[in-house]
């Protein structure tokens, strides 16, 4: 049975928000978290490439542990290849998909160009992409 948690990532790779007075996760601690998320039946994590090395430490999570996490995943327009983005970030995280790949931010939707909404129907069509929001 899947949990209807889902993981924010941000803080394994940005020292980020209002309240964090310890800064960026070291991997240890980020471990330390993911494990018990598994162990609790939380499938499902939330990251972005803007999240400085997240992806990077889940990768390194899921090839030392064996253990896989659903991942959803988020792009700005400005990024360029998508098709190159995605699978970079599926390699460096060492996962054949994304659960979900979205749009940053609004702004980002609205830009979109034509040429990108192919390439997010292509990924989704060849299975590296299973929704797009």
Do not use: W
């Amino acid at each position: 049975m899947r949990n209807k948690i889902i993981l924010g990532t941000v803080q394994f790779g940005l020292p980020y928000g209002i309240n964090n007075s310890i800064g960026q996760l070291n991997q240890e601690a980020v471990f330390e978290i993911l494990n018990y998320s598994h162990e609790n039946n939380i499938s499902t994590l939330d990251t972005a490439n803007a999240y400085g090395t997240a992806t990077q430490v889940i990768g390194n999570f899921h090839k030392q542990y064996k253990k896989h996490f659903q991942v959803n995943s988020k792009f700005h327009v400005s990024e360029g290849n998508l098709s190159n983005s995605v699978e970079s970030e599926l390699k460096q995280m060492d996962i054949d998909s994304f659960h979900v790949y979205s749009f940053h931010s609004f702004k980002d939707f609205k830009s979109c160009s034509q040429q990108m909404k192919m390439q997010l129907r292509a990924l989704k069509k060849e299975e590296r992409i299973h929704k797009i929001g």
